[in-house]
């Protein structure tokens, strides 16, 4: 099965950073990524599909990259709202195994 | 609207029995794929199971295989989990997942290209004696 290893785990930042979260797999997934964004108490919600695309009404100071086995999110200028769990996922693999990265927790510095 | 609304958590002993069911409107639910993701207290995302929209074809997490079963009654909309042989680690808030949905252009469409964008509020699942 194919692992996805996502850093960091946490992160401390303020309002107006820019934020990156990697995901690396374990071995290729081409472009079947997708980030979510999930708030306490909150299921998760879709930000990115296909490693690159938004979502409709995502903010665009989210973005996503890929480059073989690393995908990354980015936050352009850090909102308050964004705080919250970040989670990447590989979407198209044999076995079937929809696995998520470990999370990253980004909070308020 | 387009809506997954997940019932049958409970507390159950260890070894126990639970059926999870997720009721599903506002899409076509014969014609999408549909998954179950579960989350411990405090822990991140886990994907435990996936099965096709005809119920032909269905995947496990390594982690429940040979205790859950996942499938489908098309006619009444509804995904179910059935969970066998439980173990204090399978305790979790169980979510179902269903189809990727744009909410601006109505568009709906298997989540192995797009992502989980329909998602339930969650069950929770205890596993204690």
């Known amino acids: 099965d194919i692992q996805l290893t996502q850093s960091p785990s946490f992160l401390s930042a303020s309002v107006g950073d820019r934020v990156t979260i990697t995901c690396r797999a374990s071995q290729a997934i081409s472009t079947y990524l997708a980030w979510y964004q999930q708030k306490p108490g909150k299921a998760p919600k879709l930000l990115i599909y296909a490693a690159s695309t938004l979502q409709s009404g995502v903010p665009s100071r989210f973005s996503g990259s890929a480059s073989g086995t690393e995908v990354t999110l980015t936050i352009s200028s850090l909102q308050p709202e964004d705080f919250a769990t970040y989670y990447c996922q590989q979407l198209n693999n044999y076995p079937r195994a929809l696995t998520f990265g470990g999370g990253t927790k980004v909070e308020i510095k | 609207e387009v809506q997954l609304l997940e019932s049958g958590g409970d507390l159950v002993q260890p070894g126990g029995s639970l059926r999870l069911s997720c009721a599903a409107s506002g899409f076509t639910f014969s014609s999408y794929a549909m998954s179950w993701v579960r989350q411990a207290p405090g822990k991140g995302l886990e994907w435990v199971s996936d099965i096709s929209g005809s119920g032909t074809t269905t995947y496990y997490a390594d982690s429940v295989k040979g205790r859950f079963t996942i499938s489908r009654d098309n006619s009444k909309n509804t995904l179910y989990l059935q969970l066998n042989s439980l173990r204090a680690e399978d305790t979790a808030l169980y979510y179902c997942?269903?189809?990727?949905?744009?909410?601006?252009?109505?568009?709906?469409?298997?989540?192995?290209?797009?992502?989980?964008?329909?998602w339930g509020q969650g069950t929770t699942v205890t596993v204690s004696s």
């Open positions: 997942a269903g189809p990727y949905y744009d909410i601006l252009t109505g568009y709906f469409g298997d989540y192995y290209y797009y992502g989980v964008a329909v």
